[in-house]
């Protein structure tokens, strides 16, 4: 079992900035990557951003591309998301995703960022 626990989400103002953090715990051996999802109300999950956890190869979605900022700390097993020039556009509920290359795969609960003045 893999447990992710994501934080720093919260309220900020258009053109601010948030950095969210999700930590993995548990099995997590041979784990292919970890990645950010949004979702907004009324709308389906999108990719915001995927690190691979051996090259570190990195793919964002094309609304945040310039914005974001996806990193990992592989010693501490944790990913970030620093986000820059946040717009109302951005709001929604990020989980944080774990997958391996065999298909499992594992959420975070999690963190609602609210862009708006």
């Known amino acids: 079992q893999v447990q992710l626990v994501e934080s720093g989400g919260g309220l900020v103002q258009p053109g601010g900035s948030l950095r969210l953090s999700c930590a993995a715990s548990?099995?997590?051996?041979?784990?292919?990557?970890m990645s950010w999802y949004r979702q907004a109300p009324g709308k389906e999950r999108e990719l915001v951003a995927q690190i691979t956890t051996a090259g570190g190869t990195i793919t964002y979605g094309s609304s945040v591309k310039g914005r974001f900022t996806i990193s990992r700390d592989n010693f501490k097993n944790t990913v970030y998301l620093q986000m820059n020039s946040l717009k109302p556009e951005d709001t929604g509920v990020f989980f944080c995703r774990a997958n391996w290359a065999t298909g499992t795969e594992y959420w975070g609960q999690g963190t609602q960022v609210t862009v708006s003045s």
């Open positions: 548990g099995f997590i051996s041979g784990m292919y990557a």
